[in-house]
């Protein structure tokens, strides 16, 4: 070894899976849009979401994936809030995803159990 170089062991310690946050702010966004179609669709509670989706130019079968979604756990939103999701869940997924009404069952059809 050359003078001035250090070499150095780096043992890894008990939890070396431990993976960093990383926020997906497409997801995010996704949650916000839930929330949003959660609060259209529960004001107008005498329309059917044919109605909803005609008067204000929306998809009836988006708006109802999002209304779903706006059902998630609260500790799993929490988690997609501070980039605490699996690496398999993004927007894409989740969307395509028949999601549970049970907040267990939806930990664990996610990734979270």
């Known amino acids: 070894m050359r003078k001035g170089h250090e070499l150095r062991l780096i043992i890894p310690g008990a939890s070396t899976d431990v993976v960093e946050p990383r926020r997906d702010d497409k ?3 996704l949650l916000a ?3 949003a179609a959660h609060a259209l669709i529960t004001s ?4 059917s979401l044919n ?6 130019g929306r998809c009836r079968t988006r708006l109802s994936k999002l209304f779903h979604l706006s059902l ?8 997609i809030l501070e980039g605490r999701q ?3 869940l ?3 997924s989740l969307m395509q995803i028949e999601l549970p009404l049970a907040w267990q ?4 059809v996610l990734g979270f159990a």
């Not at 107008?44 to 329309?47: A, N, V």
């Not at 998630?72 to 988690?79: M, Q, R």
């Not at 069952?105 to 664990?108: A, G, L, S, V, Y």
């Open 44 to 47: 107008r509670p005498e329309h």
């Open 51 to 56: 109605r909803i989706g005609s008067d204000t």
């Open 86 to 88: 699996p690496s398999s």
């Open 27 to 29: 997801l995010i966004t």
């Open 90 to 92: 993004n927007a894409s």
């Open 72 to 79: 998630l756990a609260p500790d799993i939103v929490v988690a």
């Open 33 to 35: 849009g839930a929330q």
């Open 105 to 108: 069952d939806q930990r664990t």
